[in-house]
């Protein structure tokens, strides 16, 4: 933690990239045997959980590279393990992948090299989440909302308001929800504090989620100290909220939207629903370790990834949207009316993670830095 407290710090004294642009991979040559990738969890599937369900055999047929893969279920694990080294390729989310650029634990990608870079939706492609000087980090992957869960037998309508998990009520059962709901165990889920107090609390003044003056980070610290008294369990595994969601009672909670496919398809009584606050979210890129030792397969698996097969497979899985908008029509997984289920039209109503720095536009450059989130949410959780 001490290790990870200092990396933060140093990207926050600082997100400076100038002249920061390493070699980009020139040629591709044969491909090394293996490629090593951090991901989420059901972000790369080889059948094993149900055999519909595989991107990766037909891969490791046709290219030789075997795929090993290490699940991670939070931005900050994720950065840890590239820190560490070892891994070729990470499926980064927003609020990890500039601390990756910045601490120089990823390469610039040759797009030349990815004959589908030119199908990504042009909302994605240079995203400034990966995108630095004009200089591409990674390749989009997947991205999708954080959406409020439920259980229907509680809940007979859905939820409007995120209230009913930060706020101390009864729930429409007559019961509490103390100690049924679950929060995020990450510090970006203060940006979900901040998106709650954007709406009830506009006096603030709070123009961006993660762009936190002090008085505006302190009273989403206030709001989150509320609702540790009421949160049972902070997760950040998904199967152990489905667990959870199951057999512990939790009947409301922020998550994503494969914890309620898998809820769904086991066919318990859950829902989600889109807030009247609105949502926080996530886009993701694959990004290439600085000093990867299998490029060629790494390269190899980037234009595989875009592939509008894989890419409907994996939102059809996750309960995602592709970055390839020609998978959302005749992916027999995701189905034609897929796209418009998951979200694809919400695009613009979603304020997608990204690290918090201290120079931010909408406050001056004012803002509370990343380090910080993470000291205090540590705290917050620990009941401080």
């Given at each position: 933690?001490n290790?990870?407290?200092?990396?933060?710090?140093?990207?926050t004294?600082?997100?400076?990239?100038?002249?920061?642009?390493?070699?980009?991979?020139?040629?591709?040559?044969?491909?090394e045997?293996e490629?090593?990738?951090v991901?989420w969890p059901?972000?790369?599937?080889r059948?094993?959980?149900?055999?519909?369900?595989?991107?990766?055999?037909?891969?490791?047929?046709?290219?030789?590279?075997?795929?090993?893969?290490?699940t991670?279920n939070?931005?900050?694990?994720?950065?840890?393990?590239?820190?560490?080294?070892?891994?070729d390729?990470?499926?980064?989310?927003?609020?990890?992948?500039?601390?990756?650029?910045a601490?120089?634990r990823v390469?610039?990608?040759?797009?030349d090299?990815i004959?589908?870079?030119k199908?990504?939706?042009?909302?994605?492609?240079?995203?400034?989440?990966?995108?630095?000087?004009?200089?591409?980090?990674?390749?989009?992957?997947?991205?999708?909302?954080?959406?409020?869960?439920?259980?229907?037998?509680?809940?007979?309508?859905?939820?409007?308001?995120?209230?009913?998990?930060?706020e101390?009520?009864?729930?429409?059962?007559?019961?509490?929800?103390?100690g049924?709901?679950?929060?995020?165990?990450?510090?970006i889920?203060i940006?979900?504090?901040?998106?709650?107090?954007?709406?009830?609390?506009?006096?603030?003044?709070?123009?961006?989620?993660?762009?936190?003056?002090e008085?505006?980070?302190?009273?989403?610290?206030?709001?989150l100290?509320?609702?540790?008294?009421?949160?049972?369990?902070?997760?950040?595994?998904?199967?152990?909220?489905?667990?959870?969601?199951?057999?512990?009672?939790?009947?409301?909670s922020?998550?994503?939207?494969?914890q309620?496919?898998t809820?769904?398809?086991?066919?318990?009584p859950?829902?989600?629903?889109?807030?009247e606050?609105?949502?926080?979210?996530w886009?993701?890129?694959?990004?290439?370790?600085?000093?990867?030792?299998?490029?060629n397969?790494?390269y190899?698996?980037?234009?595989?990834?875009?592939?509008?097969?894989?890419?409907?497979?994996?939102?059809?899985?996750?309960?995602?949207?592709?970055?390839?908008?020609a998978?959302?029509?005749?992916?027999?997984l995701?189905?034609?009316?897929?796209?418009?289920?998951?979200?694809?039209?919400?695009?613009?109503?979603?304020?997608?993670?990204?690290t918090?720095?201290?120079?931010?536009?909408?406050q001056?450059?004012?803002?509370?830095?990343?380090?910080?989130?993470?000291?205090d949410?540590?705290g917050?959780?620990g009941?401080?």
């Open positions: 933690m290790a990870f407290l200092k990396s933060c710090t140093a990207l004294i600082a997100l400076t990239f100038s002249g920061q642009a390493m070699a980009q991979v020139k040629e591709l040559g044969k491909g045997g490629v090593n990738i991901a059901g972000y790369i599937e059948g094993e959980t149900d055999k519909g369900y595989d991107w990766v055999t037909a891969f490791e047929k046709e290219s030789g590279c075997k795929v090993n893969v290490k991670a939070t931005s900050d694990e994720m950065v840890s393990l590239m820190n560490e080294g070892g891994f390729l990470v499926t980064a989310s927003g609020d990890a992948s500039l601390r990756l650029v601490g120089k390469q610039p990608i040759n797009t090299l004959p589908s870079w199908t990504v939706d042009d909302r994605l492609k240079d995203a400034p989440w990966f995108t630095v000087d004009k200089v591409h980090y990674g390749v989009p992957y997947q991205w999708g909302p954080n959406i409020l869960m439920y259980n229907t037998e509680v809940f007979k309508e859905a939820p409007k308001s995120w209230n009913v998990v930060f101390e009520m009864k729930l429409p059962d007559g019961k509490s929800n103390k049924r709901v679950q929060a995020y165990d990450g510090p889920h940006a979900d504090a901040a998106n709650y107090l954007m709406f009830h609390k506009p006096e603030l003044g709070i123009k961006d989620p993660y762009e936190l003056n008085d505006q980070y302190k009273a989403a610290l206030e709001l100290r509320t609702q540790r008294t009421l949160v049972g369990r902070y997760w950040h595994d998904a199967a152990i909220q489905v667990d959870d969601f199951q057999n512990e009672g939790v009947v409301a922020g998550s994503w939207p494969y309620v496919n809820l769904v398809a086991a066919k318990k859950v829902a989600s629903t889109v807030p606050e609105g949502v926080t979210g886009a993701d890129t694959t990004m290439m370790e600085a000093d990867a030792a299998h490029p397969c790494a190899m698996w980037l234009e595989h990834s875009l592939s509008p097969k894989v890419q409907g497979d994996v939102s059809a899985w996750f309960g995602s949207l592709p970055v390839v908008p998978a959302c029509k005749g992916n027999e995701l189905t034609d009316e897929g796209c418009k289920t998951n979200g694809y039209d919400n695009f613009d109503k979603i304020k997608f993670w990204k918090p720095v201290t120079k931010c536009a909408s001056n450059d004012q803002c509370v830095p990343y380090y910080r989130w993470v000291s949410y540590i917050v959780i009941g401080r």
